[in-house]
């Protein structure tokens, strides 16, 4: 089960794109900074469809102050998601905490600066199969496709990992075979037997579960117990340029993590169903119905473990090639809840 994507690849990709765009102009972010020593107050960003995200609801909480978010489009991708900030089409970006490390290894000038997904008894990613499918251990998925959402993200490692742990041979890994298919489709491959199996997560997972007729093989909270799965990164010169708006957003998509923790569950399904409603994008909010929990630890604060966890699938994939240096990687410096 390797990586399609080959290391080399994504970082001529990163660099050539840094290149063109000279290491700043697009890079410098949404709004343009007035005069010396302003800073950048226009985030450009990719959402999620059907789906509030940590900023979009710190900005509607007012959490943001006059920072303010442009968003510029949908992804379905971590990997796609962190790569366009990288490059300069965005200003942050988010994904599994090993997609975070093939970037930076990949030469990319990133960093991540707070956790914004996680998984907790609530809100976890289930491996499904259709209630008759003969899959029920490890040793069944040989041969076998699974869905994914994208190749060399969360669900990549969770697997390559549940399937070593469970005895498999490197060869016997390499006989399954994942499938890349959009979160909002999994659900109808498994079905249809499209696929054999099939990764859900959150609202769309427990729809599912509530429409009956799948069974979990096996989830990573149950593999794993509670973990950060992956954070918010910007470009190095952006932080550099923009220190008090790099703290603003860090800080302000903290406070949201501890306001979705600490608030009735009805008023955030609530509070998410007015933003969906709000922005005019054409979406369903049906679905936030079955929100659980944020997921992320405390405050979001990131930790060696947080990357240290996937080294082992990092360098069995290439990734690193050498121990891995999880404080190359991130910086709490500008969350101001961890940080004061």
């Known amino acids: 089960m390797k990586l399609r994507v080959p290391l080399v690849s994504l970082a001529a990709a990163v660099v050539i794109s ?42 509607d909480l007012g959490y943001f102050g006059d920072v303010k978010l442009n968003w510029v489009g949908n992804t379905i991708s971590g990997p796609q998601d962190i790569q366009s900030a990288a490059t300069g089409q965005t200003d ?81 890994i390499k006989q399954v075979q994942l499938v890349v298919v959009p979160p909002n489709d999994t659900e109808e491959a498994i079905r249809r037997g499209q696929v054999d199996a099939g990764s859900l997560g959150s609202i769309l997972q427990d729809k599912a579960v509530a429409a009956g007729g799948l069974r979990s093989v096996f989830n990573d909270y149950s593999f794993f117990g ?38 009735p569950r009805e008023e955030v399904i609530a509070r998410f169903t007015k933003i969906l409603n709000e922005r005019g994008r054409n979406e369903d909010p049906a679905a936030l119905q079955y929100w659980k929990s944020v997921g992320v630890p405390p405050k979001g604060e990131i930790k060696d473990e947080d990357f240290t966890r996937w080294e082992k699938w990092l360098a069995d994939t290439g990734i690193i090639k050498d121990q891995l240096d999880p404080k190359k990687l991130y910086t709490n410096e500008f969350n101001g809840l961890v940080n004061p």
């Open 18 to 59: 840094l290149t063109a765009s000279g290491c700043g102009g697009t890079a410098a972010g949404g709004e343009a900074a007035q005069g010396p020593g302003a800073e950048v107050k226009e985030l450009r960003y990719q959402g999620w469809a059907n789906t509030v995200t940590l900023p979009e609801l710190a900005e």
């Open 92 to 172: 942050f970006g988010g994904a599994f905490a090993g997609a975070v490390v093939k970037l930076v290894e990949a030469g990319a000038p990133v960093k991540a600066v707070i956790n914004y997904y996680g998984e907790d008894e609530k809100t976890f990613n289930g491996f499904y199969v259709k209630e008759d499918s003969p899959i029920r251990t490890a040793r069944d998925f040989i041969g076998k496709k699974i869905a994914v959402n994208t190749l060399g993200a969360h669900a990549d490692a969770v697997i390559n990992t549940y399937l070593q742990q469970n005895g498999l041979s490197a060869e016997e």
């Open 226 to 263: 509670t973990f950060a799965g992956g954070p918010y990164v910007l470009r190095d010169d952006f932080i550099a340029k923009n220190p008090n708006t790099t703290r603003t957003f860090t800080t302000g998509v903290a406070k949201a993590i501890e306001w979705e923790r600490n608030t």
